[in-house]
């Protein structure tokens, strides 16, 4: 399993375990990552019925465009979101709301590394 994928995995299993911060959610979030093997996961933040898989399984709501580098510090709390935006590291289609909403949820993540 990819660095990538293990740490989707960590936090999908956290925010199962507290789902406080995504329970009124139906959300499906898209990663297209660049790098030596691209890839593509979606994490589908639906409360405790939240899971990652690799690929694309169905429509995302809102997906971001980056290198898996990238993704491992904004996901480790090492890169901001508005920062790797305006910088180029981060492209994204849809809802912007939606992108601010991952960016509190990681950030809680890293915070108690329980949600």
Not at 61 to 87: P, R, S, V
């Amino acid at each position: 399993m990819s660095q990538t994928a293990n740490l989707l995995k960590k936090i999908t299993e956290a925010l199962k375990e507290d789902s406080s911060l995504i329970d009124d959610m139906d959300v499906v979030y898209q990663f297209n990552l660049k790098g030596n093997y691209p890839t593509t996961y979606q994490l589908l933040l639906r409360g405790k019925d939240s899971y990652v898989v690799e690929g694309e399984a169905i429509e995302a709501d809102c997906i971001l465009f980056m290198k898996e580098e990238h993704f491992l510090q904004l996901a480790t709390g090492k890169l901001n979101g508005a920062k790797a935006l305006f910088t180029g590291k981060l492209k994204m289609e849809g809802n912007v709301k939606l992108a601010l909403k991952l960016e509190r949820i990681l950030s809680a993540y890293n915070q108690n590394k329980t949600v």
